[in-house]
T-cell receptor, first 113, second 112 residues
Framework: AQSVTQPDIHITVSEGASLELRCNYS??????LFWYVQSPGQGLQLLLK??????LVQGIKGFEAEFKRSQSSFNLRKPSVHWSDAAEYFC???????????FGTGTRLTIIP | EAGVTQFPSHSVIEKGQTVTLRCDPI?????LYWYRRVMGKEIKFLLH????????ESGMPNNRFLAERTGGTYSTLKVQPAELEDSGVYFC??????????FGEGSRLTVL
């Protein structure tokens, strides 16, 4: 069975600073990988996804993620965070032919001025 | 296009009572999923409908939980009787089967 680890429960960064949220997965074959964000009072919104092809994936709101098979990682990055990026971020893994997702425990991002 | 809508947004009930959560998927989405997040834990899969049929209910915690999707449109998730450990946020998602799920805002359930 697949699993996802998000080792950072809470991260605080200054507005304008760069961001990297870590995600490691466990799955025997090539996974489908996702990052979702939940802003306060909102539902889960898809930031980006990796199915195949280019391992550097661009998403919405200026986010990107890189799939590294050798490290079983799919870290989320943003070069300069904005106060509106404060939210909880979830990494998830799926498998080919099945949309059932396995989520990590989430990383809460706080932005300070 | 309207998104996935869930009702109620928050429900507070006492242990032993019954609660019914509702999910309206995006129109035309045959796939409907229920997930749950217990405080501080990961979001966990509960079950998956394709139209009105249960495709996978392997994540349903026990027989106190009953999900239905009459006519392949909206879905309900009933918890009867509710226990303290059922507290959490229940998310619904829908899809066309292309691999991308669209989530609702969730229904927060508090069992006292």
């Amino acid at each position: 069975a697949q699993s996802v680890t998000q080792p950072d429960i809470h991260i605080t960064v200054s507005e304008g600073a760069s961001l990297e949220l870590r995600c490691n997965y466990s799955y025997g074959a090539t996974p489908y990988l996702f990052w979702y964000v939940q802003s306060p009072g909102q539902g889960l919104q898809l930031l980006l996804k990796y199915f195949s092809g280019d391992t550097l994936v661009q998403g919405i709101k200026g986010f990107e993620a890189e799939f590294k098979r050798s490290q079983s990682s799919f870290n989320l990055r943003k070069p300069s965070v904005h106060w509106s990026d404060a939210a909880e971020y979830f990494c998830a893994v799926g498998i080919f032919g099945n949309e059932k997702l396995t989520f990590g425990t989430g990383t809460r991002l706080t932005i300070i001025p | 296009e309207a998104g996935v809508t869930q009702f109620p947004s928050h429900s507070v009930i006492e242990k032993g009572q019954t609660v019914t959560l509702r999910c309206d998927p995006i129109s035309g989405h045959d796939n409907l999923y229920w997930y749950r997040r217990v405080m501080g834990k990961e979001i966990k899969f509960l079950l998956h409908f394709v139209k009105e049929s249960k495709q996978d209910e392997s994540g349903m915690p026990n027989n106190r939980f009953l999900a239905e999707r009459t006519g392949g449109t909206y879905s309900t998730l009933k918890v009867q009787p509710a226990e303290l450990e059922d507290s959490g946020v229940y998310f619904c998602a829908s899809s066309r089967g292309t691999g991308e799920l669209f989530f609702g805002e969730g229904s927060r359930l508090t069992v006292l």
